[in-house]
């Protein structure tokens, strides 16, 4: 069975500091992956998404993360910090036997201090 | 465009009864899903409809059920309330059935049961 695993409960940071955000996945075959940001009182945005081909992926807000098949990770990488920034990140894999099914972390706090 | 609209945006129950949740996915959108979201279980899929026919479902009970109309809206429906139904309902939805497009989440409902 997929899954994805966010090892960090809450990562801080300060503003103007590189973040990086973990996540690990365990899928039977190629995966793909995704992030998501939750900000309060709101749905899930998308940010970015691993499907096939380079393995930095860049995606929005000056996001990227960067996928490596012999660690099982995709970590969410930022180069520098904004308070902004601060808010829940999810992880998630594509259930490759459920259609659109995403199989989510249970998502890290970002907090990024001023 | 508009994005996912989910109605209403917040519900408050008592155990026992029912509740319908609607959702209006992006124009030309065909594929819905449906999400729960708690603090102790994290992100859990509901189920995906495609074409008014549901294709796929999660772990949930017999109480859980939606459906999806020809104009790709959906509802879900939850009868006998729980306590533990207390939770956000995220609906996402995508242009099509295959492929790898992201899901592009609505701002949820937030169900309270009392």
């Known amino acids: 069975a997929q899954s994805v695993a966010q090892p960090e409960d809450q990562v801080n940071v300060a503003e103007g500091n590189p973040l990086t955000v973990k996540c690990t996945y365990s899928v039977s075959g190629n995966p793909y992956l995704f992030w998501y940001v939750q900000y309060p009182n709101r749905g899930l945005q998308f940010l970015l998404k691993?499907?096939?081909?380079?393995?930095l992926v860049k995606g929005s807000y000056g996001f990227e993360a960067e996928f490596n098949k012999s660690q099982t990770s995709f970590h969410l990488k930022k180069p520098s910090a904004l308070v902004s920034d601060s808010a829940l990140y999810f992880c998630?894999?594509?259930?490759?036997?459920?259609?659109?099914?995403?199989?989510f972390g249970a998502g890290t706090r970002l907090a990024v201090h001023p | 465009k508009a994005g996912v609209t989910q109605t209403p945006r917040y519900l408050i129950k008592t155990r026992g009864q029912q509740v319908t949740l609607s959702c209006s996915p992006i124009s030309g959108h065909r594929s819905v899903s449906w999400y729960q979201q708690t603090p102790g279980q994290g992100l859990q899929f509901l189920f995906e409809y495609f074409s008014e026919t549901q294709r796929n479902k999660g772990n949930f009970p017999g109480r859980f059920s939606g459906r999806q109309f020809s104009n790709s809206r959906s509802e879900m429906n939850v009868s006998t309330l729980e306590l533990g139904d207390s939770a956000l309902y995220l609906c996402?939805?995508?242009?099509?059935?295959?492929?790898?497009?992201?899901?592009?989440f609505g701002p949820g409902t937030r169900l309270t049961v009392l």
């Open positions: 998630a894999v594509r259930d490759l036997g459920g259609y659109n099914k995403l199989i």
């Open positions: 996402a939805s995508r242009p099509s059935a295959g492929g790898n497009n992201e899901q592009f």
């Open positions: 691993y499907i096939t081909g380079d393995n």
